[in-house]
């Protein structure tokens, strides 16, 4: 397996600017997450999806940040306007069950964003 | 509050030394603890999860310990290797998904 994919990587973008990070998930995983992870706050779960529908977006920090995720193998998480306070790493994760029963919560590479 | 604390927060340890990290929690009521280990600049994988009836669980040189009495966990790493240098973040699942995460502890591993 591919394990969960990422895109872009990397992102430098100017304050102001939309951002949309993409996420694939693991094939037959019912469950998909967004955390952000920076020095001073370490990893934060914005939102998560069960089978496609948002259950939780209690960790969005604001109406600038939205997420998306129209089918089974994909998700969007979008930042506008973008301000410098957005740099962070971007995590998307995939499980195929609850964390509370036990299941692996499996990472993809991160998107690194930079706002400048 | 519903926390998770580790320490040391670094830690500097030669190669084929043993080191232990320790992992505090308040998350309740408590439904499992994991243990994940963060290259630089990869996402988390995780090295072992723990129930509230499992007191030690193994992964190779990974050695996990949970008190859920006094809600502590360890992870021990065994004769280190310089792959070992990473952060290694505690990850506790109480109630649905209410998912704390620890601010890790930074391993470095030094020939």
């Known amino acids: 397996d591919a394990g969960v994919i990422q895109s872009p990587r990397h992102e430098v973008t100017e304050m102001g600017q939309e951002v949309t990070l993409r996420c694939k998930p693991i094939?037959?995983?019912?469950?998909l997450f967004w955390y952000r992870q920076t020095m001073m706050r370490g990893l934060e779960l914005l939102i998560y999806f069960n089978n496609n529908v948002p259950i939780d977006d209690s960790g969005m920090p604001e109406d600038r940040f939205s997420a998306k995720m129209p089918n089974a193998s994909f998700s969007t998480l979008k930042i506008q306007p973008s301000e410098p306070r957005d740099s962070a790493v971007y995590f998307c994760a995939s499980s195929p069950g609850t964390p509370k029963a036990g299941n692996t919560i499996y990472f993809g590479e991160g998107s690194w964003l930079t706002v400048v | 509050k519903n926390q998770v604390e580790q320490s040391p927060q670094s830690l500097i340890i030669l190669e084929g030394k043993n080191c232990t990290l320790q992992c505090n929690y308040t998350v309740s009521p408590f439904s499992n603890l994991r243990w994940y280990k963060q290259d630089t600049g990869r996402g988390p994988v995780s090295l072992t999860i723990m129930t509230f009836s499992e007191n030690t669980k193994s992964n190779g040189r990974y050695t996990a310990t949970l008190d859920a009495d006094t809600k502590q966990s360890s992870l021990h790493i065994t004769a280190s290797q310089l792959s070992d240098s990473a952060s290694y973040i505690c990850v506790v699942s109480g109630r649905g998904f209410k998912t704390i995460f620890g601010a890790g502890t930074r391993l470095f591993v030094k020939a």
């Open positions: 094939s037959g995983h019912d469950y």
